[in-house]
């Protein structure tokens, strides 16, 4: 079966300190693979998408970068934190071309002080 | 872009009770699909129905899908503590991404 991880469950960070969060997934291969951002009560917002090694597609302009080094692993960076970057990161996968189903991770913490 | 709009924002009703939520899409879709979040947790597909069926069913869920209305809506029948959740839908439309939508948060009172 597939699973997926996602770490650190929680991170507190100073402004202009940099930031490293990794994904990865089990149980299939090729995926394409998500970051998305959610506010304290609010829907989600799509940072960036892979559907390849190397492949990222950034969805907002902002002082996030993504990586994918290998098949299933993801990797959401930053080299100076804002406040604003404060909030709930969320890594999903999907296979597939036609908006099929999303499997996300635990997700991440991050409140940048 | 938010494409998804759930209504209500907010629900609270008694145990045992049915809970509807509906969600409203502004272009064209090739399926819809609804999510249920824990508070703190990760998203957890519920279930998925394309543009060419009306109507799904999956346990204690219910989903419609109306195209010509661009609206879906999730009737959750029996309603339990454990349903307490913020529920969201997505709609895809061929590529590799799902527009979401801002959610219903849902409360079971016992």
């Known amino acids: 079966s597939q699973t997926i991880h996602q770490w650190p469950a929680t991170l507190v960070q100073p402004v202009g300190s940099p930031l490293s969060l990794e994904c990865t997934v089990e149980g299939t291969s090729n995926p394409n693979l998500y970051w998305y951002r959610q506010a304290a009560g609010r829907g989600l917002q799509l940072l960036f998408y892979?559907?390849?090694?190397?492949?990222i597609s950034s969805e907002v302009p902002q002082n996030l970068s993504a990586s994918r080094p290998q098949d299933r692993q993801f990797i959401l960076s930053s080299k100076k934190l804002l406040l604003s970057d404060s909030g709930f990161y969320l890594c999903?996968?999907?296979?597939?071309?036609?908006?099929?189903?999303?499997?996300f991770g635990p997700g991440t913490r991050l409140t940048v002080t | 872009s938010q494409q998804g709009e759930e209504d209500p924002q907010a629900l609270s009703i008694q145990e045992g009770e049915n809970a509807t939520m509906n969600c409203s899409y502004k272009?064209?879709?090739?399926?819809l699909q609804w999510y249920r979040q824990n508070s703190g947790r990760g998203l957890v597909h519920l279930i998925l129905i394309r543009s060419n069926e009306r109507e799904k069913h999956s346990g204690r869920l219910r989903v419609t899908l109306d195209t010509s209305k661009k609206s879906s809506s999730l009737l959750i029948t029996a309603s339990r503590a454990a349903d307490t959740a913020s529920y969201f839908c997505?709609?895809?439309?061929?590529?590799?991404?799902?527009?979401w939508g801002a959610g219903t948060k849902l409360i079971i009172k016992p």
């Open positions: 892979s559907v390849g090694i190397g492949q």
């Open positions: 997505a709609t895809g439309s061929g590529n590799y991404q799902l527009i």
């Open positions: 999903a996968w999907s296979v597939g071309t036609s908006g099929s189903e999303q499997y």
């Open positions: 272009t064209s879709i090739n399926n």
